[in-house]
């Protein structure tokens, strides 16, 4: 009989371009004897292949991270209904393989990847199903994104009480990561303010669940990464606006006391709070920095409300000073997308913001102050061909100043400074596999390379190690270098142990995963 072997993907050795290993069928030695109880019978070879018939080739396709670190091969399928999404477990489990979710593909790293299996894309469960214009309640599916949310409801006078830096977030993806956005400190994450939600799990089951009817999935799954279910149905609360204006203040300060100090000072009264981090500054300026808080106006405030809320004085421009087209922008990034370029930039940055810039108010449109990670189209290109990482820690206040002060200089020593640094404030939520903390968080992006990989690996457990020291968390939309045993220090065994007993209750066959949930938990799995 002929013997077929799992499906494995490598590199060719034209070029580094990438293809397909053929499946490679072994026959057996006819002359090597055989145990009858184990012999290889004509219904014993249909059953074999019965079991595991092979995957359609059209279906394999390239998924990226959106960081561009990592990209795997696997079988895509895109459902529109929640009978499709049945179909594909149905799918996985006569081929033996397993099923990743995705949504919008916006995690910087391998959490909606699944190489070698089934990837299932929830882009086309795009619908808005429900919309109260007078409760602002709306309930949506998982493949509708932040940018679909917020352009149907603003004219209502409404807005997502919680939205990412950028709007291209699915609602699935948002409720199984749990995001958060600027205002974490007032509005808590995303799970907050969702209502209900309909999950289905791999047996096939359907669970509705929310605070008063299975209230310990509803906890789990919020913040669960895929692994307990797929939403289908998400039901949200909306926050009332009075104007498409925020009032927006940007300051400057002088190192982490200082921004520590102002957040502290404005978390009663403002509704946004974030700052910019300079990760090339040392000494006393170790972590100076610019910070913009933005306050909702209020019943009265704008003389044109019916205006500023129109979708069309929302968007972000497509062109810089309305000549140069943003869509090229990347290009001009990409000479400065290095050590020297990024210092340069970090400096002019902070320099106009603590001259020129600093102190002032503006009014800002909700989706201009909101989604800054959109204001260039495809920035992340600049950092091709090895794309980017993105370390994001969450630290008790009492203990930010020391951690994130040791985090840069650590940084510096190693030689591998971040490009961008982004500094929150966040509270407690009562989610299970919660990243959050009474205090802060500090977001580096740094860029990926052949040379730096390894020692960039390295450095991100150096930190895990301050961080962990410093009573800190993670966050797995993020995360791309996460280990198992940092894992398990910040979440706590009981916490795993009971997510588990979860997912064997939902999931008895593992049939959701990751490669995400495979680094972190593949003995659990």
Known sequence: MDVLLPLRFGRGRGRGKKVIMSALEIPTTPSLPQDPATAATPERVTAVEN????????????????????????????????????????????????????????????????????????????????????TGRITVEPGVTVRQLWQYIIEDGWWPPVVSGTMFVSMGGAAGMNFHGKNNFKMGPI?????????????????????????ELFYAAIGGFGMLGCFTRITLQM?????????????????FADIIREFEARMDTADYLVGWIDCFAKGRALGRGLVHEARYLHPGDDPNPAQTLRVENQELPDTLFGLFPKSLMWRLMKP???????????????????????????????AGFAFL???????????????????QSFVPAANAERCFTAQLETCQQWGIVPY?????????????????????????????????????????????????????????????????????AYLGQETIERFFALKRQCDPEHLLQTDLSRRLFGDRL
């Open 51 to 134: 079991l595991h018939p092979a995957m359609p080739y059209d279906r394999l396709e390239r998924v990226e991270a959106w960081g561009m670190n990592k990209a795997v091969l696997s079988y895509v399928y895109r459902p529109s209904t929640v009978e499709g999404i049945r179909e594909v477990f149905e799918i996985a489990r006569r081929h033996g393989l397993k099923v990743g979710l995705r949504g919008a593909g916006r995690s910087y790293g391998d959490a909606s990847l699944l190489a070698e299996n089934i990837c299932l894309d929830l882009t086309r469960m795009n619908r808005i199903l429900d919309w109260n214009p007078q």
């Open 373 to 391: 990670l959109d204001y260039v189209p495809n920035w992340k290109w600049a950092y091709k061909p090895g794309g980017l990482i993105q370390y």
């Open 239 to 255: 926050k009332k606006v009075y104007s498409g204006l925020l009032s927006v203040y940007a300051f400057s300060t002088q190192n």
């Open 336 to 366: 400065l997308a290095n050590n020297l370029g990024m210092r340069f930039i970090n400096w002019a940055k902070f320099t106009a913001g603590n001259t020129i810039g600093n102190r002032k108010t503006v009014k800002q449109s909700h």
């Open 420 to 488: 961008l640094g982004v500094f929150k404030r966040h509270r407690r939520d009562d989610f299970l596999m919660s990243h959050a903390v009474d205090g802060y968080s500090l977001a580096l992006d740094f860029p990926v390379t052949a040379r730096n990989h390894r020692r960039l690996w390295q450095l991100t457990a150096k930190l895990n190690e301050i961080v962990l020291e410093a009573g800190g968390r993670f966050y797995f939309a993020k995360d791309s270098t996460l280990d198992p045993k940092s894992a398990e």
């Open 191 to 215: 799970g907050d303010h969702i209502l209900e939600f309909a999950l289905l799990l791999p047996t096939g089951e359907t669970k509705v669940c929310s605070r008063e009817q299975n209230a």
